[in-house]
């Protein structure tokens, strides 16, 4: 086992792990480096040259990365000598770089842009024309395209198919400033977990295909949420804005860094789950099928409830937050209702990998577990009211409260969607996380908490 | 006087001494009973006496490099001989493998037997087409005759990077993947090969060693300077008489050698420049190469380096500037483009040369290369980028005003 050791870096002691990596310190405690190709999931490469950093009674500069910690080790991680180092290397980082900022994607979460305004700030020394020209549209499959020619040949999105996914899709072909990171013909990047590559590359190379030319970054506001794909809770940011004239949207998912639960990554499905979310939603109150003002329909919701007095089944959705399931078990209590959890429809062995993703695909299926919640089909065949579960169920009469459209029923309330609303999750590992609501629509639709509110009145 | 000495060159003027009946006629393989006498540490403690010095370029104490190898591992050791032969102006290690192939055999039979190895592979260069027949075909012979039973050798063929002639990156492309040198352990240890450990050595360092284990330490030391022991396949190319290969004790005279065995400078002109050990050693003026001997301490006082010993002798007529294009075009061709200084800096400085030649340049271009030099000296994974500014900075300083004319 390592001890635990102090070491200086510019002046300041900082205790750490002997032989641990010294770059994690100085990220940890959030001291400037510059640096592409390491990665705390993929560790060091030592390509990039960046983090060079000086260590005293060493005659040259050394790669924070490939430097173990040693006891008494003095560091000096800003000064003129090893800012002028950086500075250079960056140089030469950005000789072929075509500086297509204006129309690049990744503008504005560049690390390239970022290092250059604190190193470089140079004028650029060579022509346009004489910079090595490579491809610029390459479709690498799996919704991540690629411009060679915005590469810094981290090696980053190679290492992470080859360490991570074990899949081999990418690699670095030709040599010197003819390197590039390609596919072998005919062997498209496809691997559920992809797009993780577009959020590594720390330039403009890997765009997603997805999200590329429909927000500036600089717009985007984040919202740290959980993902509701399954039972995992990968940990996300809900990337959103409310353009001009236009209606709060999600513009992607992120992955948030939690290494209890998703390390670094999120995969594929859940990351473009956030499209499912504002498509086919319910937005209006109805009451056979014809839109009724909410008022009323809280009246005839609450006379049907008169009606089938002791016939009554509440149906809850497993991806509703805990807060909203803890409310609607004193509701079905106070209307003596059943109530079931049914988690058939979350059932999913083929979604299951040994990543991340979870055969159970709901995201507050264990808090049903938890609650000891019957999971049967509904038995008694009088009212149903069904709060967002989506399989059907055959009654005299159904109720439901829906964020997406295509419920079969005579009365229909529209509710907010997780990314409306925040609330408690559970994941499969028994852990809660909070998701935080990103998106405040200009008519929002109530939360179920809401509705039960206005019920009691 | 140049006293001829014939360690590695002993059978090279047999004629077919490239098959096993005529090398074992000349003595081949009978340090294979002798080693017997020896243990395998005893053997180690042999070559780390005679200073045999690696001779791809580096000049690193060999039997050090031994001595890192494990000896009771649970896995099996390597060794795997670099005859990746790239370096323009050497070509030393051909003649060994087309010459005298069992030589290289009976070195690496005595190599495995000190290190424990049980296989060797010879990474060879894949543009050595020709010459891997021969080697094989000796490796064959050995076989059959029975010398290989305990000990598998494999001939690979490099596919003509330049950079898998590094050791490490070698043992990547033998591994089946890009030929990309790896980041150096912290401490002093072996070379790993699919996780065995490996020793990795030049063509004629292994050839070196059946005349130490048959003559002993003493007999190699009496060769050479204390610092430099023993011979070394110096080789000439360029504007010489007699270009070729020919063995010599270090510590020589760089002058005395080119003219007893090189016959001279070139229809009687005069000397201008040296290359002294394969392109990436920095080039010397006809001044420096006056004084220099050939040993390792002596080329390194002059800022240059001793490298492989094929030196590119260049007479009053040539065009520095051109030189060092040409050279310049070959590391920006070759520079494996994995650490940006190197990968972004060869085609910078090939590119603002260029300029310089075709006389579109400036003196600040000059500049401008210097500071590329000095922006990929020493912070790069391997010696590539420092070999390259060595090589600018040796020409620029050396033949400086032949740039400022151009510009």
Same mark, same amino acid.
């Given at each position: 086992?390592?001890?635990?050791?102090?070491?200086?870096?510019?002046? &300041?002691?900082?205790?750490?792990?002997?032989?641990?990596?010294?770059?994690?310190?100085?990220?940890?405690?959030?001291?400037?480096?510059?640096?592409?190709?390491?990665?705390?999931?993929?560790?060091?490469?030592?390509?990039?040259?960046?983090?060079?950093?000086?260590?005293?009674?060493?005659?040259?500069? &050394?790669?924070?990365?490939?430097?173990?910690?040693?006891?008494?080790?003095?560091?000096?991680?800003?000064?003129?000598?090893?800012?002028?180092?950086?500075?250079?290397?960056?140089?030469?980082?950005?000789?072929?770089?075509?500086? @297509?900022?204006?129309?690049?994607?990744?503008?504005?979460?560049?690390?390239?842009?970022?290092?250059?305004?604190?190193?470089?700030?140079?004028?650029?020394?060579?022509?346009?024309?004489?910079?090595?020209?490579? *491809?610029?549209?390459?479709?690498?499959?799996?919704?991540?395209?690629?411009?060679?020619?915005?590469?810094?040949?981290?090696?980053?999105?190679?290492?992470?198919?080859?360490?991570?996914?074990?899949?081999?899709?990418?690699?670095?072909? +030709?040599?010197?400033?003819?390197?590039?990171?390609?596919?072998?013909?005919?062997?498209?990047?496809?691997?559920?977990?992809?797009?993780?590559?577009?959020?590594?590359?720390?330039?403009?190379?890997?765009?997603?295909?997805?999200?590329?030319?429909?927000?500036?970054?600089?717009?985007?506001?984040?919202?740290?949420?959980?993902?509701?794909?399954?039972?995992?809770?990968?940990?996300?940011?809900?990337?959103?804005?409310?353009?001009?004239?236009?209606?709060?949207?999600?513009?992607?998912?992120?992955?948030?860094?939690?290494?209890?639960?998703? +390390?670094?990554?999120?995969?594929?499905?859940?990351?473009?789950?956030?499209?499912?979310?504002?498509?086919?939603?319910?937005?209006?109150?109805?009451?056979?099928?014809?839109?009724?003002?909410?008022?009323?329909?809280?009246?005839?919701?609450?006379?049907?409830? &008169?009606?089938?007095?002791?016939?009554?089944?509440?149906?809850?959705?497993?991806?509703?937050?805990?807060?909203?399931?803890?409310?609607?078990?004193?509701?079905?209590?106070?209307?003596?209702?059943?109530?079931?959890?049914?988690?058939?429809?979350?059932?999913?062995?083929?979604?299951?990998? @040994?990543?991340?993703?979870?055969?159970?695909? *709901?995201?507050?299926?264990?808090?049903?577990?938890?609650?000891?919640?019957?999971?049967?089909?509904? @038995?008694?065949?009088?009212?149903?009211?069904?709060?967002?579960?989506?399989?059907?169920?055959?009654?005299?009469?159904?109720?439901?409260?829906?964020?997406?459209?295509?419920?079969?029923?005579?009365?229909?309330?529209?509710?907010?969607?997780?990314?409306?609303?925040?609330?408690?999750?559970?994941?499969?590992? +028994?852990?809660? &996380?909070?998701?935080?609501?990103?998106?405040?629509?200009?008519?929002?639709?109530?939360?179920?908490?809401?509705?039960?509110?206005?019920?009691?009145? | #006087?140049?006293?001829?000495?014939?360690?590695?060159?002993?059978?090279?003027?047999?004629?077919?001494?490239?098959?096993?009946?005529?090398?074992?006629?000349?003595?081949?393989?009978?340090?294979?009973?002798?080693?017997?006498?020896?243990?395998?540490?005893?053997?180690?403690?042999?070559?780390?006496?005679?200073?045999?010095?690696?001779?791809?370029?580096?000049?690193?104490?060999?039997?050090?490099?031994?001595?890192?190898?494990?000896?009771?591992?649970?896995?099996?050791?390597?060794?795997?001989?670099?005859?990746?032969?790239?370096?323009?102006?050497?070509?030393?290690?051909?003649?060994?493998?087309?010459?005298?192939?069992? /030589?290289?055999?009976?070195?690496?039979?005595?190599?495995?037997?000190?290190?424990?190895?049980?296989?060797?592979?010879?990474?060879?260069?894949?543009?050595?087409?020709?010459?891997?027949?021969?080697?094989?075909?000796?490796?064959?012979?050995?076989?059959?005759?029975?010398?290989?039973?305990?000990?598998?050798?494999?001939?690979?063929?490099?596919?003509?990077?330049?950079?898998?002639?590094?050791?490490?990156?070698?043992?990547?492309?033998?591994?089946?993947?890009?030929?990309? =040198?790896?980041?150096?352990?912290?401490?002093?240890?072996?070379?790993?090969?699919?996780?065995?450990?490996?020793?990795?050595?030049?063509?004629?360092?292994?050839?070196?060693?059946?005349?130490?284990?048959?003559?002993?330490?003493?007999?190699?030391?009496?060769?050479?300077?204390?610092?430099?022991?023993?011979?070394?396949?110096?080789?000439?190319?360029?504007?010489?008489?007699?270009?070729?290969?020919?063995?010599?004790?270090?510590?020589?005279?760089?002058?005395?050698?080119?003219?007893?065995?090189?016959?001279?400078?070139?229809?009687?002109?005069?000397?201008?420049?040296?290359? =002294?050990?394969?392109?990436?050693?920095?080039?010397?003026?006809?001044?420096?190469?006056?004084?220099?001997?050939?040993?390792?301490?002596?080329?390194?006082?002059?800022?240059?380096?001793?490298?492989?010993?094929?030196?590119?002798? #260049?007479?009053?007529?040539?065009? #520095?500037?051109?030189?060092?294009?040409?050279?310049?075009?070959?590391?920006?061709?070759?520079?494996?483009?994995?650490?940006?200084?190197?990968?972004?800096?060869?085609?910078?400085?090939?590119? /603002?040369?260029?300029?310089?030649?075709?006389?579109?340049?400036?003196?600040?271009?000059?500049?401008?290369?210097?500071?590329?030099?000095?922006?990929?000296?020493?912070?790069?994974?391997?010696?590539?980028?420092?070999?390259?500014?060595?090589?600018?900075?040796?020409?620029?300083?050396?033949?400086?005003?032949?740039?400022?004319?151009?510009?």
């Amino acid at each position: 086992m390592n001890q635990n050791i102090e070491i200086i870096v510019d002046g &300041q002691t900082y205790e750490a792990e002997e032989n641990s990596l010294l770059i994690d310190l100085l990220i940890k405690h959030e001291i400037k480096v510059p640096y592409f190709c390491y990665h705390e999931s993929l560790g060091a490469d030592g390509n990039c040259r960046m983090c060079m950093v000086e260590i005293v009674g060493q005659k040259r500069p &050394q790669i924070a990365c490939d430097t173990l910690i040693k006891p008494g080790m003095e560091v000096h991680s800003k000064g003129e000598k090893i800012d002028t180092v950086r500075t250079n290397i960056l140089e030469l980082e950005l000789i072929n770089h075509p500086v @297509d900022c204006p129309t690049c994607d990744q503008a504005g979460e560049c690390s390239l842009q970022d290092f250059y305004m604190d190193y470089g700030l140079h004028t650029s020394k060579i022509n346009v024309q004489e910079k090595v020209t490579h *491809a610029k549209h390459v479709d690498l499959g799996a919704n991540v395209m690629l411009d060679q020619e915005r590469c810094v040949l981290c090696a980053r999105c190679t290492r992470f198919t080859d360490k991570i996914t074990h899949s081999h899709e990418l690699g670095i072909i +030709g040599r010197g400033d003819d390197a590039r990171v390609s596919t072998m013909p005919g062997r498209p990047l496809s691997n559920p977990y992809a797009m993780n590559v577009v959020d590594l590359c720390p330039v403009g190379a890997l765009t997603s295909k997805d999200f590329r030319f429909h927000q500036r970054v600089w717009f985007l506001k984040s919202a740290e949420a959980i993902c509701q794909g399954c039972s995992t809770g990968c940990n996300i940011y809900i990337d959103h804005n409310k353009p001009k004239y236009r209606d709060d949207t999600v513009y992607r998912f992120r992955p948030r860094r939690n290494d209890a639960v998703n +390390g670094f990554f999120i995969c594929d499905d859940g990351r473009l789950s956030y499209k499912a979310l504002e498509e086919n939603r319910q937005r209006q109150t109805l009451l056979e099928g014809q839109e009724i003002e909410t008022d009323a329909a809280c009246s005839h919701l609450k006379a049907l409830v &008169q009606q089938h007095q002791g016939n009554i089944t509440v149906i809850i959705d497993a991806n509703l937050y805990t807060e909203e399931i803890t409310a609607l078990l004193v509701y079905a209590e106070t209307i003596k209702a059943e109530v079931t959890a049914p988690l058939e429809f979350y059932n999913d062995a083929n979604f299951e990998d @040994d990543l991340l993703k979870s055969a159970q695909c *709901a995201a507050n299926y264990q808090s049903v577990l938890d609650l000891n919640l019957s999971t049967q089909a509904p @038995d008694k065949k009088g009212l149903i009211i069904n709060f967002n579960y989506p399989e059907q169920f055959h009654a005299d009469t159904v109720v439901s409260f829906n964020t997406h459209q295509g419920a079969q029923a005579s009365l229909i309330f529209p509710i907010a969607s997780y990314s409306e609303n925040s609330g408690t999750l559970t994941n499969k590992d +028994g852990l809660e &996380q909070f998701s935080k609501k990103a998106v405040t629509k200009n008519s929002p639709s109530p939360t179920i908490l809401e509705w039960l509110e206005r019920l009691k009145q | #006087m140049m006293r001829t000495c014939q360690i590695v060159s002993q059978k090279f003027a047999i004629e077919d001494a490239h098959t096993l009946s005529i090398a074992q006629e000349h003595g081949a393989y009978d340090t294979l009973a002798k080693c017997q006498e020896f243990t395998p540490l005893e053997m180690i403690q042999i070559i780390k006496e005679s200073g045999l010095r690696g001779k791809g370029g580096g000049g690193a104490p060999a039997g050090a490099k031994w001595a890192l190898m494990p000896q009771d591992s649970e896995q099996s050791s390597v060794l795997v001989v670099n005859c990746d032969e790239s370096e323009p102006g050497t070509f030393k290690d051909r003649q060994i493998i087309t010459k005298d192939p069992h /030589l290289l055999i009976e070195g690496i039979l005595l190599t495995c037997y000190a290190i424990k190895a049980q296989d060797a592979y010879v990474y060879i260069r894949g543009e050595y087409f020709q010459f891997q027949k021969v080697l094989q075909r000796a490796i064959d012979e050995a076989e059959e005759a029975g010398f290989l039973k305990n000990i598998n050798i494999t001939l690979h063929r490099g596919a003509g990077a330049y950079i898998c002639g590094e050791k490490s990156a070698l043992l990547e492309s033998l591994e089946g993947k890009r030929g990309h =040198p790896r980041l150096k352990p912290k401490q002093p240890e072996p070379e790993w090969y699919f996780g065995q450990p490996t020793l990795v050595n030049n063509v004629e360092t292994i050839a070196s060693v059946p005349f130490i284990i048959q003559n002993g330490a003493e007999a190699y030391r009496a060769f050479g300077t204390e610092k430099s022991p023993g011979t070394l396949l110096f080789a000439m190319s360029g504007h010489v008489q007699n270009p070729g290969v020919y063995e010599a004790e270090f510590g020589v005279s760089m002058m005395d050698y080119i003219n007893h065995y090189g016959g001279g400078i070139k229809n009687g002109k005069a000397l201008k420049a040296v290359i =002294p050990g394969g392109a990436s050693t920095g080039v010397i003026t006809a001044k420096e190469a006056e004084e220099v001997t050939l040993d390792y301490e002596a080329l390194r006082s002059m800022g240059s380096a001793l490298g492989t010993g094929g030196m590119i002798v #260049m007479d009053e007529s040539t065009c #520095m500037v051109s030189v060092l294009k040409n050279l310049l075009e070959f590391y920006h061709e070759e520079s494996c483009g994995q650490c940006t200084p190197c990968r972004e800096g060869t085609g910078w400085a090939n590119t /603002l040369l260029g300029k310089i030649l075709n006389k579109r340049g400036s003196s600040a271009d000059i500049n401008q290369l210097l500071e590329i030099a000095d922006t990929m000296n020493g912070k790069t994974i391997c010696v590539f980028a420092p070999a390259v500014s060595s090589v600018i900075v040796s020409f620029l300083t050396g033949f400086r005003d032949e740039f400022e004319v151009m510009v």
